[in-house]
Each structure stands twice: as structure tokens, then as C-alpha cells.
């Protein structure tokens, strides 16, 4: 069964840093995209980030620009997001989500990760 688990959220002060953490099994990230979206309450599911299987292409929403990053390690299986620069309004769920190609529909997401910044 393809599976997706997320890892790595938490409680951190603005300004601080968290690096998420995806898992993928079954199935091989060679493969696929993998992407990040997040739900805060009361708020629409937002897409953060996503790379590409094809050339590690990178795309991010205009409000993490600069301050996300994602990354894929092909042999653990696993995709990151480094988060800095954390702010309150990135407080949310995040969770990893399977494509095809990125901007495309997922078929495949984790359980999610919260992640709340508060001082």
C-alpha cells in the first residue's frame, strides 16, 4: 500500500526554523513529484512547494519564497521541507502529497504534520 508519512512538525517561536520530513514507500520517488500543502482552521488548503521527478524542478507559493526550501533524496525515499523565517500565519497542518507532475492532482497525501508558530 503507497504510503506517505510526514515528520517533523512542532511548536517554534517566530523567526525560528523546522525541517519537515516525507516518507514515501512503495512506490519510488524516481517516479513522481512530491509537493506540500498545508490547512490552517478555517482556511482553505493552501499548496506550499513541490519538485519534480524529472529534473528536481522547485515551485513555491509567493508567501514561502525565499523562506522554504524544498529538497528530495532519491535514495532514502524521502522529500524535505526546510522551513526558516517562520512566521504565525504559517501555523497549519502540512501535509505530502503524490503527483504526477507538480501543479497536477494528487493521488496519494500523508496524515500531516502541525506545525504551529507562536511566541
Known amino acids: 500500500q503507497v504510503q506517505l508519512v510526514e515528520s517533523g512538525g512542532g511548536l517554534v517561536q517566530p523567526g525560528g526554523s523546522l525541517r519537515l520530513s516525507c516518507a514515501a514507500s512503495i512506490f519510488s520517488l524516481d517516479y513522481y513529484a512530491i509537493g506540500w500543502f498545508r490547512q490552517a482552521p478555517g482556511k482553505e488548503r493552501e499548496g506550499v512547494s513541490c519538485i519534480s521527478s524529472s529534473d528536481s524542478s522547485t515551485y513555491y507559493t509567493d508567501s514561502v519564497k525565499g523562506r522554504f526550501t524544498i529538497s528530495r533524496d532519491n535514495a532514502k525515499n524521502t522529500v524535505y521541507l526546510q522551513m526558516n523565517s517562520l512566521k504565525p500565519e504559517d501555523t497549519a497542518v502540512y501535509y505530502c502529497?503524490?503527483?504526477?507532475?507538480?501543479?497536477?492532482?494528487?493521488?496519494?497525501w500523508g496524515q500531516g504534520t502541525q506545525v504551529t508558530v507562536s511566541s
Open positions: 502529497a503524490r503527483y504526477k507532475v507538480c501543479g497536477g492532482p494528487s493521488d496519494y
